[in-house]
């Protein structure tokens, strides 16, 4: 149970990174991104060709340490996302958002077809995962745990660090109104290529630590759905432009959708070959419920630091 | 404030009693932490990890009857060591992250010491139970490297290797003449596996592949790939597909006159093609298929089956987990009070062999066979389980050769040729 416990929250804590890099992107810049996934694959199998065991069926093997291989991931996630940045940021909302749904999807037949690189839908095995050595495989799950952990504490923390800082202000104003920020004087081409770049970058550090936990990536993993729309509705449930509150949605939304499978055992085995649907439907009550009761997810934004001295004068 | 905290808190509430659901749904089966899922009264829990949602879905609840008609089988022969068996689905979504979740929760909060399952991608679920010591048996997961898995040796097969069936498949059309071929594949491990099989199979024999391809499914049209294909005019298509997309395939080169002479895997063994693509296009074209030897433990599996759900099995590998679920049993009575103690996965797996390849009295599908089957491990006699989807004998990396079948489309229906065993 403990050992289920704990390899839920390596999942949580991955689709955090993943729901706090969108957050970045949607929640305070207004980029409408839904080819995120693109970003966390690319990060994947950046890491696994960096850190993967020499093969003859796929480039690779280069076998780096395994923090050379996150580094390298978060650098090929934020060296394509700036390349994706130079067309795609020319347009806005709607268009921006079917541009890198495109873009995943372009992304994920390169990976699906291009067996030289990736070994195609075979996938790469093998992967090797830090401190394995240490346990019993069998407890291995707490020390990635503790990894997991630690890489989601770093990424809060520098979030939340560029959010507060003037950068982040500017970005927020980008969100609100991008021709009054212009007139300000503040290039909002660049910081919101800054902004696109620096989450894609976590983005590919979450498909980092998604490999070395696994240990093997396959592009089934990258589907729209898994990778994608759950971060979305993760974001969503969680609380637009709140950082504690896409972890929180992230944790939720993660604990419903495998934990839904728990139910099988309670209901009678007629209704359990459905079980899938089942899981479906909750996810989209959840959303549901959410838009309508609370549109700004479970936790709101925080405040701006002026509006709160305003609120302090009026009380 | 107070709202915020009282939101917050029930939200806690809610992760929490999520995640204590497994709890309460397993309790009575796994006493305590001594990591056996044995109940007092006489219940061992296995675990199911089966596609029952996404692409997959068809697959895993037609494999779920298999399963279920196994375990009341074996339970009406009163079950191993008298005591009842039991089995926990997990759905896998026929994703691999979901997958491994799926493992997870039968190895850590069901506990069970045996899985049948996963349909694909054995090599992600194969870490997780590994390590734990649990063995995996999986109906269907056909690719050739599932055989040098790194797995402690406790992932079993009851399907034969792609390397198989890709043998019987170059060889079958060799001998229908066929000079030169080409292979259009579906692009998922499955499809790249058995092109590369046939591939080799048919030149060994002398022939020449002019031109391999793969496709996605769901696709509108498929004209591309058929044209590349169609150069130096190959004698026959050799298409590696599923229904929904094989068919679009077969219509399209047909009515552009690129093929007229085609072969099919199991895949495509489904009369569906027939009824959508016309009996006298395909009058007289050969396939494969996995198993289904006219031995007497697939007739009786295949009149159980049809007594207990009324209709054939709808899709393939239903026999495949029927066999699986029987060997676990099988190798439990056999490993006797070793199947209880500290690791029982070890014990199934160590008798798994024992209860399933010769030497031994043959013992069929079916429950007056069980009962002989448990009244034989009982009094000390080997046995040799004969599955309902081939022999089941399991080598030294825990794969089984089963039959491969050729198969006809005569008169507008799928007819059985005949029963190939090929050497791996």
Same mark, same amino acid.
């Given at each position: 149970?403990?050992?289920?416990?704990?390899?839920?929250?390596?999942?949580?804590?991955?689709?955090?990174?993943?729901?706090?890099?969108?957050?970045?992107?949607?929640?305070?810049?207004?980029?409408?991104?839904?080819?995120?996934? $693109?970003?966390?694959?690319?990060? %994947?199998?950046?890491? +696994?060709? /960096?850190?993967?065991? @020499?093969?003859?069926?796929?480039? *690779? !093997?280069?076998?780096?340490?395994?923090?050379?291989?996150? $580094?390298?991931?978060?650098?090929? %996630?934020?060296?394509? +996302?700036? /390349?994706?940045?130079? @067309?795609?940021?020319?347009?806005? *909302? !709607?268009?921006?958002?079917?541009?890198?749904?495109?873009?995943?999807?372009?992304?994920?037949?390169?990976?699906?077809?291009?067996?030289?690189?990736?070994?195609?839908?075979?996938?790469?095995?093998?992967?090797?995962?830090?401190?394995?050595?240490?346990?019993?495989?069998?407890?291995?799950?707490?020390?990635?745990?503790?990894?997991?952990?630690?890489?989601?504490?770093?990424?809060?923390?520098?979030?939340?660090?560029?959010?507060?800082?003037?950068?982040?202000?500017?970005?927020?104003?980008?969100?609100?109104?991008?021709?009054?920020?212009?007139?300000?004087?503040?290039?909002?081409?660049?910081?919101?290529?800054?902004?696109?770049?620096?989450?894609?970058?976590?983005?590919?550090?979450?498909?980092?630590?998604?490999?070395?936990?696994?240990?093997?990536?396959?592009?089934?993993?990258?589907?729209?759905?898994?990778?994608?729309?759950?971060?979305?509705?993760?974001?969503?449930?969680?609380?637009?432009?709140?950082?504690?509150?896409?972890?929180?949605?992230?944790?939720?939304?993660?604990?419903?959708?495998?934990?839904?499978?728990?139910?099988?055992?309670?209901?009678?085995?007629?209704?359990?070959?459905?079980?899938?649907?089942?899981?479906?439907?909750?996810?989209?009550?959840?959303?549901?419920?959410?838009?309508?009761?609370?549109?700004?997810?479970?936790?709101?934004?925080?405040?701006?630091?002026?509006?709160?001295?305003?609120?302090?004068?009026?009380? | 404030?107070?709202?915020?905290?009282?939101?917050?808190?029930?939200?806690?509430?809610?992760?929490?009693?999520?995640?204590?659901?497994?709890?309460?749904?397993?309790?009575?089966?796994?006493?305590?932490?001594?990591?056996?899922?044995?109940?007092?009264?006489?219940?061992?829990?296995?675990?199911?990890?089966?596609?029952?949602?996404?692409?997959?879905?068809?697959?895993?609840?037609?494999?779920?009857?298999?399963?279920?008609?196994?375990?009341?089988?074996?339970?009406?022969?009163?079950?191993?060591?008298?005591?009842?068996?039991?089995?926990?689905?997990?759905?896998?979504?026929?994703?691999?992250?979901?997958?491994?979740?799926?493992?997870?929760?039968?190895?850590?909060?069901?506990?069970?010491?045996?899985?049948?399952?996963?349909?694909?991608?054995?090599?992600?679920?194969?870490?997780?139970?590994?390590?734990?010591?649990?063995?995996?048996?999986?109906?269907?997961?056909?690719?050739?490297?599932?055989?040098?898995?790194?797995?402690?040796?406790?992932?079993?097969?009851?399907?034969?290797?792609?390397?198989?069936?890709?043998?019987?498949?170059?060889?079958?059309?060799?001998?229908?003449?066929?000079?030169?071929?080409?292979?259009?594949?579906?692009?998922?491990?499955?499809?790249?596996?058995?092109?590369?099989?046939?591939?080799?199979?048919?030149?060994?024999?002398?022939?020449?592949?002019?031109?391999?391809?793969?496709?996605?499914?769901?696709?509108?049209?498929?004209?591309?790939?058929?044209?590349?294909?169609?150069?130096?005019?190959?004698?026959?298509?050799?298409?590696?597909?599923?229904?929904?997309?094989?068919?679009?395939?077969?219509?399209?080169?047909?009515?552009?006159?690129?093929?007229?002479?085609?072969?099919?895997?199991?895949?495509?063994?489904?009369?569906?093609?027939?009824?959508?693509?016309?009996?006298?296009?395909?009058?007289?074209?050969?396939?494969?298929?996995?198993?289904?030897?006219?031995?007497?433990?697939?007739?009786?599996?295949?009149?159980?089956?049809?007594?207990?759900?009324?209709?054939?099995?709808?899709?393939?590998?239903?026999?495949?987990?029927?066999?699986?679920?029987?060997?676990?049993?099988?190798?439990?009575?056999?490993?006797?009070?070793?199947?209880?103690?500290?690791?029982?996965?070890?014990?199934?797996?160590?008798?798994?062999?024992?209860?399933?390849?010769?030497?031994?009295?043959?013992?069929?599908?079916?429950?007056?066979?069980?009962?002989?089957?448990?009244?034989?491990?009982?009094?000390?006699?080997?046995?040799?389980?004969?599955?309902?989807?081939?022999?089941?004998?399991?080598?030294?990396?825990?794969?089984?050769?089963?039959?491969?079948?050729?198969?006809?489309?005569?008169?507008?229906?799928?007819?059985?040729?005949?029963?190939?065993?090929?050497?791996?």
């Amino acid at each position: 149970m403990v050992n289920y416990l704990s390899s839920y929250l390596v999942m949580a804590c991955i689709y955090a990174m993943l729901a706090l890099s969108l957050n970045m992107q949607w929640g305070y810049t207004g980029l409408m991104n839904f080819g995120i996934g $693109a970003f966390y694959m690319v990060g %994947a199998y950046t890491s +696994a060709i /960096l850190c993967g065991l @020499p093969s003859p069926e796929h480039l *690779g !093997g280069f076998h780096l340490p395994i923090l050379m291989g996150m $580094a390298g991931a978060a650098c090929m %996630a934020g060296l394509i +996302a700036y /390349l994706v940045a130079i @067309p795609a940021l020319k347009l806005r *909302g !709607g268009p921006f958002a079917i541009a890198l749904l495109a873009i995943q999807e372009t992304f994920f037949l390169i990976i699906k077809n291009e067996s030289w690189l990736t070994n195609g839908v075979w996938g790469i095995r093998d992967i090797p995962q830090p401190f394995f050595s240490l346990v019993n495989p069998r407890f291995y799950v707490f020390i990635y745990l503790i990894i997991a952990i630690v890489a989601l504490t770093l990424t809060y923390l520098s979030m939340e660090r560029a959010v507060n800082s003037p950068w982040g202000r500017v970005l927020r104003a980008i969100r609100e109104d991008e021709t009054l920020t212009d007139m300000s004087g503040k290039d909002c081409f660049n910081f919101r290529r800054q902004s696109f770049v620096f989450s894609s970058m976590v983005a590919g550090l979450a498909g980092a630590v998604y490999v070395h936990y696994t240990g093997f990536v396959s592009p089934q993993t990258f589907s729209p759905l898994m990778s994608t729309f759950l971060v979305w509705l993760m974001v969503m449930v969680g609380g637009t432009g709140n950082n504690r509150g896409v972890i929180l949605g992230a944790f939720l939304v993660w604990g419903v959708w495998v934990g839904s499978d728990f139910i099988t055992n309670l209901v009678p085995a007629s209704v359990a070959t459905q079980i899938g649907f089942i899981r479906m439907f909750l996810v989209g009550i959840i959303l549901t419920v959410t838009v309508l009761t609370r549109p700004q997810g479970l936790l709101t934004q925080k405040l701006s630091n002026i509006q709160l001295i305003e609120e302090e004068k009026h009380a | 404030m107070r709202k915020r905290v009282f939101v917050l808190s029930l939200l806690f509430m809610f992760i929490c009693g999520s995640l204590m659901l497994p709890g309460c749904g397993t309790e009575e089966s796994s006493s305590g932490d001594g990591g056996v899922a044995v109940e007092e009264g006489g219940e061992i829990t296995i675990g199911a990890l089966l596609p029952m949602s996404g692409d997959l879905a068809d697959y895993g609840q037609n494999v779920q009857k298999g399963v279920n008609l196994a375990v009341k089988q074996i339970n009406e022969a009163g079950g191993p060591l008298g005591k009842k068996l039991k089995v926990v689905f997990r759905d896998c979504q026929s994703e691999p992250t979901a997958l491994r979740d799926g493992a997870e929760k039968l190895v850590n909060v069901d506990k069970v010491p045996a899985i049948i399952g996963p349909m694909i991608r054995l090599d992600v679920a194969t870490p997780v139970a590994s390590a734990n010591h649990v063995v995996l048996i999986s109906p269907s997961n056909t690719p050739t490297w599932v055989t040098t898995l790194d797995d402690d040796d406790y992932t079993f097969r009851t399907t034969a290797s792609d390397a198989i069936q890709g043998q019987v498949l170059g060889q079958q059309a060799w001998d229908c003449g066929y000079k030169t071929a080409a292979i259009l594949y579906i692009n998922d491990p499955y499809g790249g596996g058995l092109a590369e099989s046939t591939t080799v199979s048919f030149e060994k024999l002398g022939g020449k592949v002019l031109g391999t391809a793969a496709y996605d499914p769901g696709e509108v049209a498929y004209r591309m790939q058929l044209n590349e294909l169609a150069k130096g005019d190959p004698d026959v298509l050799i298409l590696i597909a599923y229904p929904e997309s094989g068919v679009v395939i077969i219509r399209e080169a047909l009515s552009a006159g690129l093929f007229d002479q085609f072969m099919f895997p199991d895949g495509m063994q489904s009369t569906q093609i027939i009824e959508d693509v016309g009996g006298d296009f395909l009058e007289g074209m050969y396939g494969t298929g996995p198993g289904a030897a006219e031995t007497p433990s697939y007739a009786t599996y295949l009149d159980d089956y049809q007594a207990e759900y009324g209709e054939k099995p709808a899709t393939a590998y239903t026999e495949n987990a029927y066999d699986g679920v029987v060997a676990i049993a099988l190798a439990i009575a056999a490993a006797g009070e070793e199947a209880f103690e500290a690791d029982p996965g070890m014990a199934i797996r160590d008798n798994l062999r024992v209860v399933c390849n010769p030497p031994g009295e043959e013992i069929n599908a079916g429950v007056e066979e069980f009962k002989k089957a448990f009244q034989m491990i009982a009094d000390g006699t080997a046995i040799n389980y004969e599955g309902a989807a081939g022999s089941i004998d399991f080598d030294e990396y825990g794969d089984t050769v089963t039959p491969i079948l050729i198969w006809k489309i005569e008169n507008g229906d799928i007819v059985p040729v005949k029963s190939v065993l090929a050497e791996q």
